[in-house]
C-alpha cells in the first residue's frame, strides 16, 4: 500500500474513532458520569480515545495531516435500548473492517495496532450487548431526563466554551502527533490536553444537565508545522480563553451554581499553569 494510500485510510478511520468518543462522552454526560451506566461508557469513551490517539500517532510519523473533524455516528435516539442495540450493531462492523485493513499493512506496528483495533470494537461490542441485558423494561424503553433551568443566554455562553475547549484540545493534540521537537515537548502538549479535556467537561456537563446536546463543532485550527508559530497560536487561544473564563466567574449568574464557581476557580488557574508553560517551550525551540 502507498503511503498516501495508508494516510488516507488512517485518517477514516481517526474520524470513525473520533466519533465514537464524541457520542459515548455526550451519552455519559447525559446519564451523568456518576451513574453506574454514565460510568461505564465515560470508560468506553476514555478507550476511544486512546484509539483515536495510535492512529494519530502513526499517522504524525507517516507525515500526514490528521482529519479532526468527526464522521457520522449512525444510532437511533429514540431509546436507551435502540441507542445500546445501535452502539453493538456498530462496533460489530468495526471487527471484519479493522481486520481487513491489518491484513493490507505491511509494517508490524501499525498491522498490530490495526488489529487491536478490531479486538478491543469486539469487546466493546459484547460490553454494550450486556449493559443492553442488564436494562429492565422501563429503562429500556426510556430516555435520560434533563430538566432545562439556565437562562437561555448563560447556556448559549457555556456552549461557546464547549466549542472553543474543544478547538483548544484538538489543537494540541494535533500537534502532540505532528510536531518535531522530541517526545518531551509531545508528551508536554498531551497532558495539557487532557487537562483541557476536563475543563471542557466542566461546561459540557452544565449544558448536558439543562437538556442541550454540547457544541462539538470545534473550530479551525492550526495546521502548522512549525513549532514555534504552532505554538504560538495556542497560547494566544488559551489567553483569549482564560480572559473569557475571568469574566464568566465574575457573572451574577455563575455565582448561583457552586460547582460551576469552584470547577471555573480550578481552571483558570490550570490555565495559567498551561501559560506559563508553553511559554517556557517557546523559549527553547
Ligand atoms: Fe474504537
Ligand atoms: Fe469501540
Known sequence: MRT??????????????????????IHSYTEGEDT??????????????WHMH???????????EPELSPAEYPYDPSSRGRILQSYVTYEQNLVPHYNSEAEKVEDPHIKRVLEREAWESDFHAKAFQRMLDRLDTTEADSLPEAEADLPREFL?????????????????IRHSWILPGGSSLGWGLMDQAMEKMRHLAHFAEDVVENG???DFSGG??????DPATALRTSLKRLQEARERHR??????ETGKHAGLVLNLDLTLKQEQFQEAEIGDWLRKI
Open 36 to 49: 453506574p451506566m454514565g460510568a461505564k461508557l465515560l470508560t468506553r469513551a476514555r478507550e476511544e480515545m
Open 4 to 25: 498516501n494510500e495508508l494516510i488516507d485510510m488512517l485518517n477514516r478511520d481517526l474520524r470513525e474513532e473520533h466519533a465514537a468518543v464524541l457520542r459515548y462522552l
Open 212 to 214: 442541550a446536546e454540547p
Open 220 to 225: 479551525d485550527y492550526s495546521r502548522s508545522s
Open 247 to 252: 469574566e464568566l466567574r465574575a457573572e451574577e
Open 54 to 64: 495510535w492512529l494519530g500517532a502513526i499517522l504524525g510519523r507517516l507525515d500526514g
Open 156 to 172: 448559549d455562553t457555556l456552549q461557546r466554551e464547549v466549542a472553543a475547549k474543544y478547538t483548544e484540545m484538538l489543537e494540541h
